[in-house]
């Protein structure tokens, strides 16, 4: 079964906000910001990212059938640290 359109939309607006604080984490080390700075905004990309993930993983678990399912996502969160 195909992802919910609504969710898709969700998850690719959410993907562009974190484009747009990748560019201003290299705008930031261009202009030679301070570590903690940029550490700080490092961490906001990387939950974005985190979140997103989990939100795909969510769906997928929604969708998926059979009695796997439990060992699968024990698995991807395992695998990426969700």
């Known amino acids: 079964m195909p992802a919910d ?3 898709r939309q ?3 607006g959410r993907l562009r906000r974190i484009e747009g604080q990748l560019r201003g984490l290299q705008r930031m080390l261009e202009q030679d910001r ?3 700075e940029l550490l700080t905004q ?3 990309v990387h939950e ?3 979140a997103v ?3 795909l993983i969510r769906g997928h678990l929604k969708r998926a059938k059979g009695e796997a399912l439990a060992d699968e ?3 991807l969160i395992k695998k ?3």
Do not use: G, H, K, N
């Open 5 to 7: 359109p609504a969710a």
């Open 10 to 12: 969700r998850q690719l």
């Open 34 to 36: 301070p570590c903690a």
């Open 42 to 44: 490092m961490a906001s």
């Open 48 to 50: 974005a990212l985190r």
């Open 53 to 55: 993930a989990r939100e």
């Open 73 to 75: 996502a024990i698995e």
């Open 80 to 82: 990426y640290s969700l």
